[in-house]
Structures are given as structure tokens and as C-alpha cells.
């Protein structure tokens, strides 16, 4: 098992920016890689970013590239969302993801609310 708890949402401006954290604990030495997903009011839940374990590779969603920086520090079993040039439609409940294992199990975090106020 793998325990996710996220930090750093928040009621921001348009053009602002916010910085959210997931620290994970329990069976964190076989974390595959970690990311971020959102889920807007009526939507359905959407990938953001994510971050190999091993290498640091990163991978982002076309509507946050450019935006958003996701980065790890393997010590503190943390990943980091640096969210810039925030707009109104990043508005959701953004989830921290973790795979890990061989068969890249599944876990989630509660949930953190992001608002941006245009």
C-alpha cells in the first residue's frame, strides 16, 4: 500500500500561480512513477502530468504544457505541480497518482481543490 496526501490548493488569480505537493509513504521503493490528474465541475477526470521515478522524465498534457512543471524529490517521496499562468479553466480537484510495482499498481490521493478566478 502506498498513502498519498497532496498540499497547496487554493482560490487564485488568472495569470497567478500555485504549487501543489504529494508527499507518498508506505511501499514507496518500488514507485514506478508519480502524477497529477484534475477532475473540473461536470467533468470527467483528466491526465496532467507525470514523472518517471528512475530518470526523472517528465510527460505533461497538451492544455498544461509550457504552464506547468512537475519535478520530484526522491528523498522526501514528494512530487511537486508548479502551476504558472493560471487560467479559469484549470479550475478542478486536482489528484496526486502513484504506480508502482511490476504490475504498476494504482493509488490516489484525496484530492486538493484548485480555483482560478478570472
Known amino acids: 500500500q502506498v498513502q498519498l496526501v497532496e498540499s497547496g490548493g487554493g482560490l487564485v488569480q488568472a495569470g497567478g500561480s500555485l504549487r501543489l505537493s504529494c508527499a507518498a509513504s508506505?511501499?514507496?521503493?518500488?514507485?514506478?512513477?508519480m502524477g497529477w490528474y484534475r477532475q473540473a465541475p461536470g467533468k470527467g477526470r483528466e491526465y496532467v502530468a507525470r514523472?518517471?521515478?528512475?530518470?526523472?522524465?517528465?510527460y505533461y498534457a497538451d492544455t498544461v504544457k509550457g504552464r506547468f512543471t512537475i519535478s520530484r524529490d526522491n528523498a522526501k517521496n514528494t512530487v511537486y505541480l508548479q502551476m504558472n499562468s493560471l487560467k479559469a479553466e484549470d479550475t478542478a480537484i486536482y489528484y496526486c497518482?502513484?504506480?508502482?510495482?511490476?504490475?504498476?499498481?494504482?493509488?490516489w490521493g484525496q484530492g486538493t481543490q484548485v480555483t482560478v478566478s478570472s
Open positions: 508506505g511501499r514507496t521503493f518500488s514507485i514506478y512513477d
Open positions: 514523472i518517471m521515478w528512475n530518470n526523472g522524465n517528465t
Open positions: 497518482n502513484v504506480r508502482v510495482g511490476l504490475t504498476y499498481q494504482n493509488f
